[in-house]
Antibody
């Protein structure tokens, strides 16, 4: 059973870059799409983007100018960078495996707060 | 972007009740509509794929129907552990989008 675990700073200053890593275990990262989603406090789910194991990426247009998702198959990890963050980026960030057509496996989520 | 609108936003229900949650898409999405359950302080879990296909291990009281723009998640004989927020999700076109969620209070 695949398991995903997010890691990274819980506090980021405004206008800085948010960086998170997801470590995959229990299955190979060399298949399917590896995704980032977020959930602001008390709100719904937003898809940020995903990366195929080969390296091709798809991003939400609403965030595309600020988002980079990368993958390191040798470490079974993929990462999220979100630049120029504001308070609106405060959210619970999830990594997930997208096995079409659904996000079948999720990490537990990591809370990121944007504040000075 | 395809907008998904769920109703109701919130519902207070009692055990053994039958519950229906609807999800309406802003344009036709065929059967590319999926349902998730998110319990408090947990990550979402897939319940239904392709509008009506139950995901592995999901209790049979959960079922889905619909196609095109109108979809329904039905929970027959509600159990106390079904207290959660339910989301629909479309995979027809990027960006992936979710409904705003329906919170069931039991």
């Amino acid at each position: 059973q695949v398991q995903l675990q997010e890691s990274g700073p819980g506090l980021v200053k405004p206008l800085e870059t948010l960086s998170l890593t997801c470590t995959v275990s229990g299955d190979s990262i060399s298949d399917y799409y590896w995704s980032w989603l977020r959930q602001p406090p008390g709100k719904g789910l937003e898809w940020i983007g995903y990366i195929y194991y080969s390296g091709s990426t798809h991003y939400n247009p609403s965030l595309q100018s600020r988002v980079t998702i990368s993958i390191d198959t040798s470490k079974s990890q993929f990462s999220l960078k979100l630049s120029s963050v504001t308070a609106a980026d405060t959210a619970l960030y999830y990594c997930a495996r997208y096995k079409p057509p659904a996000f079948e496996n999720w990490g537990q989520g990591t809370m990121v707060t944007v504040s000075s | 972007e395809i907008v998904l609108t769920q109703s109701p936003d919130f519902q207070s229900v009692t055990p053994k009740e039958k519950v229906t949650i609807t999800c309406r898409a802003s344009q036709s999405i065929g059967s590319n509509l999926h349902w998730y359950q998110q319990k408090p302080d947990q990550s979402p879990k897939v319940l239904i794929k392709f509008a009506s296909q139950s995901f592995s291990g999901v209790p049979s009281r959960f079922s889905g129907s619909g196609s095109g723009t109108d979809f329904t998640l039905t929970i027959n004989s509600l159990e106390p552990e079904d207290a959660a927020t339910y989301y629909c999700h479309q995979s027809t076109s990027l960006p992936h989008t979710f409904g705003q969620g329906t919170k069931l209070e039991i």
